[in-house]
């Protein structure tokens, strides 16, 4: 019998079941979120750990990682929404971390409910150019960076035999394209 661990090494997990199990994922996180006063939802911890060690499917190499982190952080520079954020930040002097956060958040939440970003994920690009900015700003190293590929089969080229093609007649081959 395979585990599910065995299968995310070997690379033996479908594309379906993958989805399936992020459906899985969003539909627990939905029913196990928590609503708090004031708005907003909390996630229990054990369900929080749950969605983490799902995602988790291949960490970076350690040798690799501030690398890849590099040529990422490299990426998220060049993004409009980094130069907008970058701007407030200089324009506010704000002199602690927490602050700046807090008042670039109001902003990103203003825009996020006007529709601004359009999708969920230039939302998700705002959020993490907000994040680098503050690192930048601030020289910390908050934004968590994990972007992990997932561990699928690979498909086999296998190539398929050609048949003859036909010769056309002399007819067709003197025919107008019209």
Known sequence: MMTMRYCKQEGKISKEKILRRFKTLLNLTYLEACPLEGGGYRIPDKVFHQIQT??????????????LE?????????????????????IANINNRADAKEYLLKIYHKLDT?????????SMYAIETLELALDDAYNTSELILR???????????KKKKSTPKKSKSSSTKNALPF
């Open 54 to 67: 799902e995602l988790d499917f291949n960490l970076p190499d350690e040798k690799q990682k501030q690398k």
């Open 70 to 90: 590099d040529q990422i952080k490299k990426r998220y520079r060049q993004r409009d929404s980094y130069r907008f954020w970058k701007e407030f930040l200089d």
């Open 114 to 122: 006007k529709g601004v970003y359009g999708s969920m994920t230039h």
């Open 147 to 157: 972007q992990h590929s997932f561990t699928n089969p690979k498909k086999s080229n």
